[in-house]
């Protein structure tokens, strides 16, 4: 089951869309600790986040940061 996404960004939150899926979320990289973005809460190994730094130049969404965490063998 997806867990629903932000449709308007908070503070410190940016409208974006994921590169991946194409899907449209609230990328809070540049938010403040008291509403950190959902990524702080996904477990990547550096391997894996340097893979999708390399492959990608922006934010990926929850459903898809959460796949690439639990499959790390699959493909970015």
């Keep these: ?3 629903p996404q932000a449709a308007t960004p908070g503070p410190g939150h940016r409208a974006a869309a994921c590169p991946r899926c194409g899907a449209a ?3 809070g990289v540049d938010a403040d600790r008291a509403t950190p973005c959902f990524c ?3 477990a990547l190994g550096p391997d ?3 893979e999708l730094r390399a492959k990608w130049s922006d934010c990926l ?3 898809c940061l959460v796949a690439l965490a639990a ?3 699959q493909a970015a």
């Design 40 to 42: 702080v809460g996904v």
């Design 61 to 63: 969404c929850r459903d």
């Design 71 to 73: 499959r790390p063998e």
């Design 48 to 50: 894996r986040l340097a």
């Design 1 to 3: 089951m997806t867990q």
């Design 25 to 27: 979320f609230a990328c």
